[in-house]
């Protein structure tokens, strides 16, 4: 079975300094892993995704992500918060089970308030 | 490349009412994918249409939701009649063929049951 769980429902940050959001997951399967973010009145957008290639992954917008098998996490980061960086964040997991569709499980978000 | 789209992008009906929404989604994916999320909880996968076919709608929550991709392009998801447990956002995404392609999502409907 999958599982993804996001450890900040909240997490609130200055202009310009580090940002940290968390997610850990279970997986019976190699996963595949994505972040995707969620600005107010917008569609869920693709941040940045792991698919069993290189464990650090770089995404849009200055965001990175590493995939850690032995901590089973994926943590998101960005070396300095910008304002227009507040929004839900998702972490998400998929993975190819042999004998049936594919399923893909979001996290509950995380919201970034960024602090002027 | 236009993105997918979704109408009404928000709804608000009496219980018992009916309600339908609709994805369409980019032109060329053969993939559809209905999710929702209920206030306070997890995003969760409704249905995947592959074309006009229904893949897995293992995610429906029971026998008022109805959901269909008639020609294989855009998809309707139909709620009949509503409850107020069905108040939520209504995802709609589309994907390449293939399984592990990209799923490009939708703003959502928003959706209010009184």
């Known amino acids: 079975a999958q599982s993804v769980t996001q450890l900040d429902s909240h997490v609130s940050v200055s202009e310009g300094t580090p940002v940290l959001l968390r997610c850990n997951y279970s997986?019976?399967?190699?996963?595949?892993l994505f972040w995707y973010v969620q600005h107010p009145n917008k569609g869920l957008q693709l941040l940045l995704k792991?698919?069993?290639?290189?464990?650090l992954v770089k995404g849009i917008n200055g965001f990175e992500a590493e995939f850690k098998k032995s901590e089973t996490s994926f943590h998101l980061t960005k070396p300095s918060a910008h304002m227009s960086d507040a929004a839900e964040y998702f972490c998400?997991?998929?993975?190819?089970?042999?004998?049936?569709?594919?399923?893909?499980?979001f996290g509950k978000g995380t919201r970034l308030h960024i602090l002027p | 490349e236009a993105g997918v789209t979704q109408f009404p992008s928000h709804s608000v009906i009496e219980k018992g009412q009916t309600v339908t929404l609709r994805c369409d989604p980019i032109?060329?994916?053969?993939?559809l994918y209905w999710y929702r999320r209920v206030m306070g909880k997890e995003i969760k996968f409704l249905l995947h249409?592959?074309?006009?076919?229904?893949?897995?709608e293992s995610g429906m929550p029971n026998n008022r939701f109805l959901a269909e991709r008639t020609g294989g392009t855009y998809s309707t998801l139909k709620v009949q009649p509503a409850e107020l447990e069905d108040s939520g956002v209504y995802f709609c995404?589309?994907?390449?063929?293939?399984?592990?392609?990209?799923?490009?999502f939708g703003p959502g409907t928003r959706l209010l049951v009184l």
């Open positions: 997986s019976s399967y190699s996963p595949s």
């Open positions: 792991y698919t069993s290639a290189a464990t």
């Open positions: 249409f592959v074309k006009e076919s229904k893949q897995d």
């Open positions: 998400v997991v998929r993975a190819l089970f042999p004998d049936r569709d594919d399923k893909i499980i």
């Open positions: 995404a589309s994907s390449h063929p293939g399984l592990q392609e990209t799923q490009y």
């Open positions: 032109s060329g994916h053969d993939n």
